[in-house]
């Protein structure tokens, strides 16, 4: 059996998908602001040119072998979110994995756990308080020299003991 060539996902991808989305994007009556997730029944459109799921998977195949920068995922990214793919944290529908770092952490958790059809949601805190940074800018300041305790546990410790953060108990294991 002959191999495919390189650029069959893509042409494909671009055959099944793309000449149905702008006639789509045209039907919506809504006003949206670019980068923005999609409205429920824009995501009815949307699902259905991934409909049936061997299309959303032919997706995710493209996605794993070509990432997140592939001209033709791109603009079928661009699409779902109003023209333009945002940057930073976005977050979903999806009730255990409510948040991701970036839009393309997003799609890959959808195609990796098979849930082609989570939704990108608008998120109910600012963007900047979910980001890792702003996770590390409230550990450093939450940060204090090393407690000290004495271990009512063990009588072998029983002068005090000093606890480290995780990361240097880990670097240090």
Not at 63 to 72: D, I, M, Q, V
Not at 102 to 124: G, I
Request: hydrophobic share 35%; glycine share 2%.
């Amino acid at each position: 059996m002959r191999k495919p060539a390189a650029g069959f996902l893509p042409s494909l991808l671009k055959v099944l998908l793309l000449p149905l989305a702008p006639a789509a994007a045209q039907d919506s009556t809504q006003a949206s602001t670019p980068g923005s997730p999609l409205s429920p029944t824009e995501y009815e459109r949307f699902f259905a040119l991934l409909t049936p799921t061997w299309k959303a998977e032919t997706t995710c195949r493209l996605r794993a072998t070509h990432g997140c920068r592939n001209p033709t995922l791109v603009q079928l990214d661009q699409y779902e979110n109003h023209g333009l793919v945002p940057d930073g944290a976005v977050c979903s529908n999806l009730p255990y994995a409510s948040w991701f770092e970036s839009f393309c952490q997003f799609t890959h958790y959808r195609c990796s756990n098979h849930v082609y059809y989570a939704k990108r949601v608008l998120c109910s805190q600012p963007v900047s308080i979910l980001s890792p940074n702003t996770l590390k800018e409230i550990e450093a300041s939450a940060e204090v020299s090393p407690t000290t305790m004495t271990s009512p546990i063990s009588p072998h410790f029983t002068e005090r003991q000093t606890f480290q953060p995780w990361p240097e108990r880990l670097s240090n294991n």
